[in-house]
């Protein structure tokens, strides 16, 4: 068992209840497993949708009680009926949960990606990390990528990260741009640029919150380019089956926000993607 405050707070399981979403619900029941702790399941009806289909939450429980595969986890069932978003946001915030999990049923589409949808809502207002579960589990997560624009949202997702796979090998990757590259044609330019990113990273590491244990199992790389072509790279290096994000980053002319690219990789990544906002 992983003995940390994170992982022995419940894990809230957002569901749809299609059939995608099974492979949410079994990384959810492997994770309250291996952390030993209890999995909230919660579905939510839409009021209109479901007085048109004639559905009521008992019936609804019955079938998320027929399709719990067998396991000695706890777990607890909750219907509710109403908004998606606000629900899940209240349900994780009244049991104290450590981690929502949700699946990609609603978050496969180009449109999806825009402001509105229920996880889009989850993510922008949860108080801890949001799981996003696109692949079928086969096994715990080996491998861990970490995007970072060193700002404190970054920070948050890089100890987030660490605390609940301690045991998981850490990639953290910084990509920036050289600014009117275009125009400038000079190498010592974009030295001088790469310098003062590989100075920001040795700054972003020192930092006090970054723990010992955590250090003995980090990676860093400084990659020139776009976020999304650093992350490609690296995913095919490092081959991870986890990608960490943080919702909110740093704005400033050397480098381009990661917090909002954040929601645009979450379309197009293939790995499991953990969403982390600043609580603060």
Same mark, same amino acid.
């Given at each position: 068992?992983?003995?940390? %405050?994170?992982?022995?707070?419940?894990?809230?399981?957002?569901?749809? *209840?299609?059939?995608?979403?099974?492979?949410?619900?079994?990384?959810?029941?492997?994770?309250?497993?291996?952390?030993?702790? /209890? &999995?909230?399941?919660?579905?939510?009806?839409?009021?209109? =949708?479901?007085?048109? %289909?004639?559905?009521?939450?008992?019936?609804? /429980?019955? =079938?998320?009680?027929?399709?719990?595969?067998?396991?000695?986890?706890?777990?607890?069932? +909750? @219907?509710? !009926?109403?908004? @998606?978003?606000?629900?899940? @946001?209240?349900?994780? %915030?009244?049991?104290?949960?450590?981690?929502?999990?949700?699946?990609?049923?609603?978050?496969? #589409?180009?449109?999806?990606?825009?402001?509105?949808?229920?996880?889009?809502?989850?993510?922008?207002?949860?108080?801890?990390?949001?799981?996003?579960?696109?692949?079928?589990?086969?096994?715990?997560?080996?491998?861990?990528?970490?995007?970072?624009?060193?700002?404190?949202?970054?920070?948050?997702?890089? +100890?987030?990260?660490?605390?609940?796979?301690?045991?998981?090998?850490?990639?953290?990757?910084?990509?920036? +741009?050289?600014?009117?590259?275009?125009?400038?044609?000079? $190498?010592?330019?974009?030295?001088?640029? #790469?310098?003062?990113?590989?100075?920001? *990273?040795?700054?972003?590491?020192?930092?006090?919150?970054?723990? +010992?244990?955590?250090? %003995?199992?980090?990676?860093?790389?400084?990659?020139?380019?776009?976020? #999304?072509?650093?992350?490609?790279?690296?995913?095919?290096?490092?081959?991870?089956?986890? @990608?960490?994000?943080?919702?909110?980053? /740093?704005?400033?002319? !050397? /480098?381009?926000?990661?917090?909002?690219?954040?929601?645009?990789? &979450?379309?197009?990544?293939? =790995? $499991?993607?953990?969403?982390?906002?600043?609580? =603060?």
């Amino acid at each position: 068992m992983t003995d940390t %405050k994170a992982t022995r707070k419940p894990i809230l399981l957002a569901t749809d *209840m299609t059939a995608r979403c099974d492979r949410a619900f079994d990384r959810a029941l492997m994770l309250a497993k291996l952390w030993e702790t /209890r &999995l909230i399941v919660l579905h939510v009806l839409d009021p209109k =949708q479901a007085k048109k %289909k004639g559905l009521v939450p008992k019936e609804a /429980r019955v =079938q998320l009680e027929e399709e719990l595969p067998e396991t000695d986890v706890d777990v607890q069932f +909750n @219907i509710e !009926m109403g908004n @998606i978003g606000e629900l899940v @946001i209240e349900t994780a %915030k009244r049991e104290r949960c450590g981690l929502i999990v949700t699946g990609v049923g609603h978050y496969d #589409g180009f449109s999806d990606i825009f402001l509105g949808s229920p996880v889009d809502h989850i993510v922008r207002h949860a108080d801890v990390p949001v799981l996003i579960i696109k692949r079928k589990p086969v096994r715990p997560y080996r491998s861990i990528l970490i995007a970072t624009d060193f700002s404190d949202c970054s920070m948050t997702a890089l +100890n987030s990260a660490a605390e609940m796979f301690p045991e998981v090998p850490l990639h953290l990757v910084h990509a920036y +741009n050289v600014p009117y590259s275009g125009w400038l044609k000079s $190498d010592q330019v974009a030295k001088d640029i #790469g310098s003062e990113e590989e100075k920001l *990273m040795e700054r972003f590491l020192a930092q006090t919150t970054i723990s +010992n244990a955590t250090f %003995k199992r980090l990676e860093t790389s400084i990659e020139k380019g776009e976020l #999304g072509v650093a992350l490609f790279n690296k995913i095919k290096k490092v081959k991870p089956d986890l @990608i960490v994000l943080g919702t909110h980053g /740093r704005t400033g002319f !050397m /480098r381009a926000s990661m917090g909002n690219n954040a929601r645009v990789l &979450l379309g197009w990544l293939k =790995q $499991d993607v953990m969403m982390v906002r600043d609580p =603060q």
